[in-house]
């Protein structure tokens, strides 16, 4: 948690100020000052006694006690600084602008922990170093610019780094978008997005705390910490939206599962993300727009009117909303006659509305008027209202004011003409609006937040105490690696995941014995190797005892065979389930379409453990595989529920037993009378 003199000190240092304003000391302690920072501020320089109007003191050894330390000097000389503060000057918030640390090479990471260390012995909090500061409603406490407008009803931004914060805050001034709180964690030596969020979830106050949380994201330390407080925050009734940098993948390495071979670790965010319920953005400028919607609103909206006069983009936005869900709807003829009567002759009345290039002020405001007060129908108005170059649209900007602060229904203006009115636009936002530029960027950002299915909840079936104690039973009896394909299956039907009969012989004796007691057709399988079906290890549909014996000769010919699975041919679609594990995530399972091709095809849908029916079913629900699962084209769909159940079963078995560090079941043969495992891969890692 984060120490309360770094939030709300009550007094502050500026170690390395200088009225040099291109300086970081310079510039961080100027917006202090027009900041109008209520504390006590001093200033250490080693070469002034006097900083921006400021007594300056020239060593730190001097300066009263302090709270909160902003640090911009070399990073050799900060750790002597830092031992002086935390010794003598019971100072507890730190705050290290100073790049040249562990992002620069071993030695400033040494440095970097040094530091680190000091402060944790005091119990203080540290951000940085390496970054661009903090700003809340006590201080501003960077030394950027421009500064973000502060606003209770704002966005809280928390960003892993600093020029991007930068970028993304500029983007929003465009767009009016106000902040409550920004955070950079520069190297997170101490804090990270993790402490800052724990820091947000714990303090939030309903009412008085922004609900709406911005993120940039290079890394995440502790992926389980995370998701602890971003699910507290959405059940407090929040929306989160993260920006991920590094979602690239260079290749995939050779692995022994498919799960492995699939499950990157982009994915393992996104899984991330989606059990917390985070909205997901690729641009810092869809980040701000989907911001600046939920900033607007939070309330779920699917049915949009649309008043534009400019028909292009109308439709565009139309064709943006409409392909992902959301609709805008056919005006019935009453109302078609009504707005009509209130527009030019050739506006068009069926949403969009067109109410022509030509279309005033006066018009605009009747049309707003009629659409708030009479179409039910709709649940929001998007007005999209531009210049030509022609001359000032000031007064039709202030109808989309006056009407948003007194409308019924939500009203999102685009105001596209970011050149040729641009002085209209910021009179627009300077009276505490926020406006979009892109309608189709705009559209994406809506149906994305909109289409967020949000929460499920964590509690899952639960599974029986005697099941639990099967399971631990079986593995603690297991030795590490890869289980035999026996003790696979006897964890498998432990776990209530239904596996089919099988059969494993090594020599001819045994297979004369066993094939006595087998219905064919049968399949066999060779034992011992990693990829059987490239190796051509399994033989399908074997129909008699001839047919079985001179299999037997040929598989046990392959290197590395080590014996021969039997087992009854079963009929249905091949589906697959697995796991994979990766630090700091719970269990990831994957599921989808089966078989040989599984890594080709690649139609999965996955989620974090534990899973609930609800969630397996969504999953299933995704895959591109799915109106085949149903029953196609006269064919008999398969068992969704089982299926749905065996997600649920395996998520529950590898929670259970966190000793299983990877897990495939392909194919799962599925019919409309259940889903039987026929094959699979379990390595145990004490």
Do not use: W
């Not at 007094?11 to 006590?40: A, T």
């Not at 507290?232 to 995939?252: P, R």
């Amino acid at each position: 948690m984060l120490h309360p003199k770094l939030i709300h000190p009550e007094s502050i240092v500026v170690i390395g100020g200088s009225d040099r304003l291109d300086h970081l000391g310079g510039s961080v302690l100027k917006n202090l000052i027009d900041q109008n920072f209520k504390g006590d501020l001093f200033v250490v320089n080693p070469k002034k006694d006097k900083v921006q109007g400021l007594k300056s003191y020239r060593e730190v050894e001097n300066i009263p006690e302090v709270d909160l330390a902003f640090i911009a000097i070399a990073a050799h000389e900060i750790p002597e600084v830092v031992k002086i503060l935390t010794k003598k000057k019971s100072t507890k918030g730190f705050i290290i602008y100073s790049a040249g640390f562990s992002e620069l090479n071993e030695d400033g990471a040494k440095l970097e922990q040094e530091i680190s260390d000091m402060i944790d012995k005091v119990g203080g909090s540290l951000l940085g170093p390496n970054n661009i500061g903090m700003l809340n409603e006590n201080y501003a406490g960077v030394f950027t610019r421009p500064l973000p407008k502060l606003d209770p009803k704002g966005a809280d931004f928390v960003s892993g780094s600093g020029a991007t914060a930068v970028f993304t805050i500029e983007a929003a001034h465009q767009i009016g978008l106000t902040f409550s709180s920004l955070y950079t964690v520069g190297n997170s030596t101490q804090t990270g997005i993790e402490e800052i969020l724990e820091y947000l979830d714990l303090s939030y106050k309903e009412g008085k705390s922004s609900p709406v949380k911005m993120l940039y994201i290079e890394g995440l330390k502790k992926p389980d910490k995370f998701l602890k407080h971003c699910l507290s925050l959405k059940h407090k009734g929040c929306e989160i939206l993260a920006l991920k940098a590094g979602n690239s993948e260079e290749g995939t390495k050779a692995a022994s599962s498919h799960t492995g071979a699939m499950a990157t670790s982009n994915i393992f965010v996104q899984a991330l993300f989606n059990k917390a319920g985070i909205i997901r953005c690729y641009s810092r400028y869809e980040l701000i727009n989907t911001a600046g919607i939920l900033v607007l609103t939070r309330t779920k909206l699917t049915k949009f009117v649309i008043i534009t006069h400019a028909g292009g983009l109308g439709v565009m936005l139309t064709d943006a909303l409409c392909n992902n869900g959301l609709h805008v709807p056919g005006l019935k003829l009453n109302h078609q006659d009504n707005l009509a009567g209130l527009l030019y002759p050739g506006a068009s009345v069926k949403n969009p509305i067109d109410i022509l290039a030509t279309g005033s002020a006066d018009q605009l405001d009747k049309v707003i008027t009629y659409c708030d007060l009479n179409i039910s129908e709709v649940e929001a108005m998007i007005v999209i209202f531009g210049s030509p170059g022609l001359g000032s649209v000031k007064e039709a900007y202030q109808v989309i004011s006056d009407q948003s602060k007194k409308s019924n229904k939500p009203i999102f203006a685009i105001l596209p003409s970011v050149i040729n009115v641009k002085d209209d636009i910021t009179h627009f936002i300077e009276q505490e609006n926020l406006c979009f530029y892109d309608e189709t960027l705009f559209g994406e950002c809506m149906t994305k937040i909109m289409n967020n299915r949000g929460l499920h909840q964590l509690i899952v079936e639960d599974h029986t105490a005697d099941r639990e104690t099967a399971i631990r039973k079986l593995i603690n009896e297991y030795e590490n690696g890869y289980l035999n394909p026996a003790q696979a299956f006897e964890l498998l039907e432990t776990s209530g995941i239904n596996t089919v009969k099988q059969f494993l012989v090594k020599t001819k004796i045994e297979l004369i014995k066993t094939a006595k007691n087998l219905k064919y057709p049968v399949v066999q399988k060779v034992v011992g190797i990693l990829h059987k079906t490239d190796q051509k290890g399994v033989i399908l549909n074997v129909k008699n005892e001839a047919e079985l014996m001179l299999n037997f000769k040929i598989l046990m010919c392959i290197d590395g065979a080590k014996g021969i699975i039997i087992q009854e041919m079963i009929k249905g679609k091949e589906v697959f389930i697995g796991m994979k594990k990766e630090a700091g995530f719970p269990p990831l399972i994957i599921c989808g379409a089966g078989g040989i091709y599984v890594e080709i095809l690649k139609d999965i849908a996955y989620s974090l453990a534990p899973i609930s029916m609800i969630k397996a079913n969504e999953m299933i629900e995704s895959l591109s595989v799915f109106p085949i699962l149903q029953g196609a084209r006269g064919e008999q769909g398969i068992d969704i529920i089982a299926l749905s159940n065996i997600i649920v079963k395996l998520s529950q078995l590898v929670l259970i037993a966190p000793e299983i560090a990877e897990l495939d079941i392909n194919p799962m043969m599925a019919a409309a009378d259940g889903v039987i495992a026929v094959d699979t891969r379990i390595r145990i890692e004490k």
